[in-house]
């Protein structure tokens, strides 16, 4: 089972430079992973594979601009996408759906989310530290950015971390693992029903009543 606890930011310029950068090329090469999808359909009539079109966009400037792992999950969410109209698309053909769905479409232009599985994070004197790849680091000097880490939550039960532009703010939701929950174990012998027997308030100044019975319930 898992959990995602949303954490707003309140970067310093530096670090919201960098953010808005990250979340600018994550919403590019989402778009261009969708064209190379779209047209694999049009032209053979198939769905792209996920490894494939890792492959294909590895050498994609905007891919090359963000970690390779933070890459990958954008380009897997293309992926996610088309298997989602896949699906919805034999629904529709069966009669089971009244619409017939439509082909993955291109973001704004804009910013958009860029996620960062756990193999990437590294925690460092109680700060998250995320990597920017090594194209960031040859052109810009910077290799990683800290983000504070949640004190409720333990760094390994951190499954991924999404940096999420929204309403002009940036979020850090935190996707983690949560233990499970032991089932409860009710005595069904000894439920509690309560029967109100409500009496109206007469003219002569009588008030009702409730009365509380033990009751078992029916077919036990």
């Known amino acids: 089972m898992f959990g995602c606890q949303p954490v707003l930011l309140s970067p310093v310029p530096d670090i919201k430079a960098i953010l808005e950068y ?20 049009f032209k053979t009539r198939k769905y792209v594979g996920k490894s494939r079109l890792d492959e294909e966009m590895k050498s994609n400037p905007h891919f090359q601009a963000m970690h390779s792992q933070a890459a990958q999950q954008t380009c897997h969410g293309v992926w996610e996408a088309f298997k989602s109209y896949r699906e919805l698309l034999a ?11 439509k082909l993955p479409k291109y973001r704004d232009a804009g910013l958009s989310v860029a996620s960062y599985p756990k193999q990437a ?18 052109w810009f000097g910077i290799a990683s950015f800290t983000l504070p880490m949640p004190s409720n939550l333990r760094f390994e039960d951190i499954r991924e971390l999404r940096i999420l532009p929204r309403n002009r703010c940036f979020y ?23 029967d109100h027997d409500i009496s109206p308030t007469s003219q002569n100044g009588e008030t009702g009543r409730f009365e509380m019975r033990l009751t078992k319930l029916p077919g036990l």
């Open 172 to 194: 850090a939701e935190f996707v983690y693992r949560q233990p499970e929950l032991a089932p409860i174990q009710l005595d069904l012998s000894r439920a509690l029903g309560i």
């Open 121 to 138: 994070l590294k925690l460092v004197d109680g700060l998250i530290r995320v990597p920017l790849g090594s194209k960031v680091k040859a």
């Open 91 to 101: 629904l529709w053909k069966r009669g089971e759906l009244e619409d017939k769905p």
């Open 22 to 41: 990250v979340c600018t090329e994550s919403n590019k090469l989402f778009n261009c992973a969708t064209y190379y999808a779209r047209q694999i359909y």
